[in-house]
């Protein structure tokens, strides 16, 4: 039996309505659940005059909705006129229901002297007007991994914020003729179990992560006067996008089922990198979204905002967006994971999208992962005479087993490094094994 409304919850309860504050809102400021809430609101009439029940279930993180609506809505439409909150919940089933209401056509006319009322006049003309009414019941079910997943974010970023070091300004040595240095490593699927049996070579993140500090720091060798770096993360960074160890479109993986644990051995294998590469000149870093990780690589990025945001040294875009751009002189960079964009179209979509970038530059190309190959190729358009290339990049991932049975196992696995000159474009490139 829920227990009984106070005068005070009652009076705090029409303010927050007042406020607009959604029932889940106003179930936490009043320690109620969002079904007491609810039917108290509508029993009241308060926010609306479309009236409503709800019955939640905790058991199951299940809930119904059963309202009157003034018209059939979208699933979108419909969480915002119930004042569901999105992030929490998601529809799975709507059964809407029609009727008819009646009500006589008459109008009533008030004559008022001083503030009272002296006559009345009320005008019917016989007739009944007709009204469809249209009522819904929504079934709803609570996100409950996805809120799991963004309370250990926001607790790894809370702990970020509060223990990010404090990075001193470098002063670095001016170069008089120095290069942009690009480091590739897409397609690392932390987070992938694979057994030597299955398909030729033992993986876990702990191999994975070594791979990676092996390969990085092979590049970071190399003796060219760097001016800057630029670092691209993500392209499935990370092998899966949830602790049910499926990708973001729903496909299961052999995953390490600590998935907390291969969260941080990322974390730190990237910190470290990082601040390797800052010892040298300062670096850029573009997170690059997947087709395995999506959800979790924004959490990863906001993560190393948040790591990084008092170090001058270092500048990250986070932004959720699919494809970047980044300028180096005459050099054009376009970066997408390579999944969703059409090879032969990204010529023109780097034109279009960034036509200031496009007029400024001579070298232009696009930087894909997600094929797991090294592949080069040039579209000619007749507004480039050079042409914009195309380069898919090599993954330094083990094969798994389904690669491996598709003959999948060939490539050379590879981080890569690209030495860019602002006058010349590309001067070197070249691969670091592990």
């Not at 059963?66 to 089933?93: A, G, H, N």
């Not at 001083?114 to 996100?143: A, C, Q, W, Y």
């Not at 720091?217 to 949830?242: A, H, M, Q, S, T």
């Not at 967006?321 to 059409?342: D, N, S, W």
Request: glycine share 6%.
């Amino acid at each position: 039996m829920s227990k009984p409304w106070t005068p005070n919850e009652l009076t705090r309860l029409k303010k927050l309505v007042a406020e607009g504050l959604s029932d889940y809102e106003i179930a936490a400021k009043l320690g109620r659940t969002f079904a007491s809430v609810n039917n108290k609101r509508t029993r009241m009439k308060l926010g609306g005059d479309f009236e409503g029940t709800t019955t939640e279930n905790r058991a199951n993180n299940t809930a119904e909705v059963s309202y009157q609506v003034p018209r059939i809505m979208s699933d979108k439409q419909l969480l915002k006129f119930l004042k569901v909150d999105e992030k929490q919940w998601r529809i799975t089933k709507v059964i809407y229901g029609k009727s008819e209401g009646y009500r006589k056509d008459r109008k009533v006319e008030w004559h008022v002297t001083n503030g009272h009322v002296t006559r009345g006049m009320v005008r019917d003309s016989g007739k009944l007007l007709i009204k469809p009414l249209f009522s819904v019941k929504v079934f709803l079910e609570k996100k409950v991994l996805e809120i799991k997943a963004r309370n250990e974010v926001e607790l790894i970023k809370k702990q970020a914020l509060a223990y990010a070091p404090r990075y001193k300004r470098i002063r670095y040595p001016k170069l008089k003729d120095g290069f942009l240095y690009e480091i590739m490593m897409p397609d690392l699927h932390l987070g992938r179990l694979v057994d030597a049996e299955e398909a030729g070579v033992d993986s876990s993140p702990d191999l994975f992560v070594k791979k990676a500090e092996r390969a990085i720091n092979k590049l970071l060798e190399k003796p060219y006067p760097v001016e800057r770096f630029l670092f691209p993360i993500g392209n499935d960074f990370f092998n899966v996008n949830n602790s049910e160890n499926m990708t973001a479109h729903g496909t299961p993986q052999r995953e390490d089922p600590r998935w907390q644990r291969t969260y941080l051995l990322g974390k730190r294998m990237i910190v470290q990198a990082i601040e390797n590469m800052t010892a040298i000149a300062p670096v850029d870093i573009l997170i690059i979204k997947g087709n395995h990780d999506e959800e979790r690589l924004f959490y990863f990025g906001d993560t190393l905002v948040s790591w990084f945001h008092k170090n001058p040294n270092v500048s990250i875009d986070a932004r959720p967006i699919g494809r970047k751009y980044y300028p180096y002189g005459k050099v054009l960079l376009g970066f997408a994971h390579g999944y969703y964009e059409k090879e032969n179209k990204l010529d023109s979509l780097m034109a279009q999208k960034v036509p200031d970038l496009w007029a400024g530059s001579v070298f232009r190309e696009w930087h894909l992962g997600d094929k797991h190959h090294k592949k080069e190729m040039v579209i000619v358009t007749d507004e480039c005479e050079n042409g914009v290339v195309v380069r898919i990049h090599r993954s330094l991932a083990d094969p798994n087993v389904w690669e491996f049975d598709k003959g999948f196992d060939g490539s050379l696995h590879a981080a890569e490094g690209l030495l860019w000159h602002k006058e010349y474009g590309l001067e070197a490139q070249f691969p670091a094994t592990a």
